[in-house]
């Protein structure tokens, strides 16, 4: 997960390769980035950082980004294959050129999260035409607003997956 299937946009791949030099921490990448229904200048890229001391690498990130507190969120998500809790943190990084959505869990978390992902990185064909379908919509057609765009994406991950995770974001 430290490579892609669909090249990063230039100035996000120097913007990752800074920040990962700047935590001395490789990142990882999942989600559409390295499935078929990543859509180019649309798809935010979602990257996981793990680390050995979260507080620090989670100041290390909100200074380097430039992120008030408000714009990081509180995570805690029941695993949908193991049941465990994993907590953590989510961060939106935007810029004129792509965005990125930051996990940030702790290394003793990393095993279950990478097999999560796994799974919704091979998806049956069927999950991944849908995806793309409501892509398409929410994307060029703007049919779909955020709020159902995101509410469809997340029913056909875990519906026709079969996953029971909950994911609860605190604000």
């Keep these: 997960m430290e490579h892609t299937k669909h090249p ?8 990752f390769n800074n920040i990962s030099d700047y935590l001395d921490i490789n990142l990882l990448y999942f989600g559409s980035i390295q499935r078929k229904d990543y859509f180019p200048g649309k798809s935010d890229i979602d990257v996981d950082v793990f680390a050995s001391n979260v507080s620090s690498t989670l100041a290390k990130m909100k200074q380097y ?7 990081v969120k509180k995570v805690f998500w029941k695993l949908g294959y ?3 809790v994993v907590t953590g943190y989510k961060m939106m990084y935007k810029t004129e ?9 702790d290394e003793k978390f990393k095993q ?3 097999f999560e ?8 064909f069927y999950v991944e035409w849908l995806l793309i379908i409501i892509k398409v919509l929410h994307y060029q057609f703007e049919i779909l607003d955020r709020d159902l765009f995101s509410y469809a994406k997340e029913k056909i991950l ?8 909950i994911f609860v974001v605190v604000k």
């Design 82 to 84: 193991s049941d465990k």
């Design 97 to 105: 050129d792509f965005s990125a959505e930051f996990s940030l869990y």
């Design 8 to 15: 990063i946009p230039d100035k996000a791949r120097v913007f």
């Design 158 to 165: 875990n519906v026709l997956l079969g996953s029971k995770e």
């Design 65 to 71: 980004m430039n992120l008030p507190n408000e714009k």
């Design 112 to 114: 279950d999260v990478i």
């Design 117 to 124: 992902h796994t799974i919704k990185s091979n998806l049956p």
